[in-house]
């Protein structure tokens, strides 16, 4: 969702600025822009409408643009269509003030109507020229950009990544945010700003994660933040320890396979970090026993795959530790006045750890008393800093906007929780925790021996690319897998797709079934099977087709159209196997239909927005 990025220094700022958005550009966005300023502060804006290819092209790959300091943003359509003028950068009536803004304004309408009251105009249709009008009327008002910045930040009410150039003050950027992610990075005279880290790989590991209401002045290749009230403060340096060819595509046609191809090794990651002689052991997140035997329920939030994983927790958790699990969508959680006792212990999912709503529904937990457990990807990101604890999942960076490693790595963070929760409460024996352990420590190798055979997925993917619904069914873990699936196909195929409890189908939505409606079975717990396998005959004898992925060892139903087998393992946790084939499935449709796979329209990878 939007990316900032900025640059000052000894480069041609245009083509710097042009290679941040590059590599933000899997956030997903429908517009783009660039301002760069000149020694003298004259600032020039350019803007193009669709992918970043149109903005290069205008600018010669930022080559016409001369300056070295500027700023440049990809807009995902908030406030008004995608079109080139909202596209950001904005600017005031005379051009002097230019900013790019990442976030929502909410109260934009109020300050709008105030502005026009002073005798401001307006072009666009955004809340951005609305803040940039907004930081102008407070320049104007005290000529001092760190009190035209801090009068912003108490004025408006939302979020905001902004990053601001005057034209008096050429070769400066000012900027600030508030639960919008900005980082910062210096090296060899030279700063650059943006929205995330693989923005500033190829620059600088060291990098400032600027909090909420700082304000960052970059000039003369350094940085200086202040507070609100325009006092100096100190902002610790974060060393950058991942790879920067972990963010790219190594030889893949598209992140996506990329990322589906490394689960056998993020799983064995986050199985490293967790597990310890045999044993789950959660002193690197200093989570001790001790805190988890006071907790006497769980609540589990997070949104799309990652409330999937949050799903498929609770029916482990409750299994194998014997406690109440409920499991909630963010974004409903925080406006749900839910009855809480205080002993429960919340656990945010998260792969951005920047997720709006997710971010919301920690808050509300918090401020309900519980303590918060956060199972985040991405280091030093909002939900890290702001959860009591944080179970860092070992994926990397995860580009593509349909998750897959990510949630792999989540899926197995959730059943060291659960072994963990059971050991504390003494619910699993030792033997038992040792026996499930073992099994956790065979799943990468069994994911990567599904993964030696796409070919027949991807054959199915071919024949059945040209249908036009599709379902798929399951019942406990198996329906939070096909919950994934669904998710996964919709999002990059664009196949309308519904996930159902196999025994609701009939209930229902079995009146969509028609000839030809694509059915996808999940058949891996042995007691369940049967029952699901009755509930795709009665889909089978109106002509669905159906296809199944079983655990070897399940007798699918005689008359499925498709089979594919996952190996063996402990029944909590076939979850990890189940969902490979329907995330190859959903990729193969994608490339055969010939989308976007990496970046599915109208979404983003990291959704900052309510
Ligand atoms: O960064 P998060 O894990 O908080 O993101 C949550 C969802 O937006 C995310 O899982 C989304 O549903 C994915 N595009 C699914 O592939």
Not at 194 to 201: E, F, G
Not at 322 to 333: G, K
């Amino acid at each position: 969702m939007c990316g900032i990025v900025g640059y000052i220094g000894k480069k041609q700022a245009a083509p710097v600025l042009l290679e941040g958005l590059t590599k933000l550009e899997y956030r997903g966005y429908d517009s783009a822009g660039v301002a760069v300023s000149d020694a003298c502060g004259k600032i020039e804006i350019v803007k193009a409408q669709g992918k970043l290819k149109e903005l290069k092209k205008k600018t010669n790959d930022g080559k016409s643009l001369g300056g070295n300091c500027g700023i440049g943003h990809t807009r995902w359509a908030t406030h008004g269509v995608p079109n080139e003028t909202n596209a950001h950068p904005h600017c005031n009536d005379d051009g002097t003030i230019v900013a790019v803004h990442n976030g929502i304004i909410e109260n934009y309408a109020e300050l709008k109507a105030k502005l026009i009251r002073r005798g401001y105009d307006f072009y666009s249709q955004t809340d951005t020229e609305v803040a940039t009008k907004l930081v102008d009327y407070y320049y104007k008002k005290y000529a001092e950009p760190l009190k035209a910045v801090s009068e912003f930040a108490l004025k408006v009410r939302g979020t905001y990544a902004l990053a601001v150039l005057f034209a008096d003050r050429p070769e400066e950027i000012y900027a600030i945010r508030k639960d919008s992610p900005m980082v910062i990075g210096t090296a060899g005279g030279d700063c650059f700003l943006a929205s995330d880290v693989p923005a500033l790989l190829s620059y600088t590991r060291d990098v400032y994660y600027v909090e909420n209401f700082q304000i960052a002045h970059l000039k003369d290749g350094k940085v200086d933040f202040y507070n609100l009230d325009s006092e100096r403060i100190d902002v610790p340096v974060t060393k950058i320890t991942w790879d920067a060819k972990a963010a790219e595509k190594n030889g893949y046609e598209h992140f996506m396979l990329k990322e589906i191809y490394e689960q056998p090794r993020v799983v064995e990651d986050t199985l490293n970090y967790l597990v310890q002689g045999g044993e789950i052991d959660f002193s690197e997140l200093q989570l001790r026993g001790e805190a988890l035997k006071s907790v006497r329920g769980i609540v589990i939030v997070g949104c799309g795959s990652a409330y999937h994983v949050g799903v498929a927790m609770q029916y482990v958790i409750e299994d194998l530790a014997r406690m109440p699990v409920r499991v909630e969508l963010a974004s409903e959680f925080r406006y749900r006045n839910s009855v809480l006792s205080g002993e429960e212990l919340l656990i945010v999912i998260s792969q951005s750890g920047e997720t709006a709503d997710s971010i919301a529904a920690l808050r509300e937990a918090k401020e309900r008393g519980l303590k918060t457990l956060a199972v985040v990807n991405v280091v030093g990101s909002t939900i890290a800093r702001e959860a009591d604890w944080v179970l860092y999942t070992k994926a990397g960076p995860e580009i593509s906007v349909a998750t897959t490693k990510a949630y792999s790595a989540q899926l197995v963070a959730g059943y060291a929780i659960a072994i963990k929760l059971a050991s504390v409460r003494g619910t699993v024996s030792a033997e038992e925790r040792r026996m499930l352990v073992a099994q956790l420590r065979l799943l990468p190798e069994k994911i990567r021996e599904i993964l030696q055979e796409p070919t027949a997925i991807q054959q199915f993917a071919a024949e059945t690319m040209d249908r036009k619904n599709a379902f798929f069914i399951g019942r406990g873990i198996d329906y939070a897998v096909s919950m994934e699936g669904s998710l996964k196909l919709k999002e990059i195929s664009y196949i309308h797709s519904e996930a159902y409890a196999a025994g609701e189908l009939k209930h229902g939505a079995i009146s969509l079934i028609e000839d030809g409606t694509l059915v996808f079975g999940v058949l891996t717990q042995e007691g369940l099977a049967e029952k699901t396998i009755s509930n795709l005959e009665e889909t089978k004898s109106r002509n669905a087709h159906v296809a199944v992925v079983a655990t070897k060892g399940i007798e699918p139903p005689k008359t499925c159209d498709r089979i594919f087998y996952i190996p063996q393992t402990d029944p909590h946790f076939t979850a990890s196997l189940s969902v490979i084939p329907l995330q190859l499935y959903s990729y193969y449709l994608s490339v055969a239909k010939g989308n976007n796979v990496d970046q599915p329209r109208n979404l983003a990878k990291s959704v900052t927005v309510e």
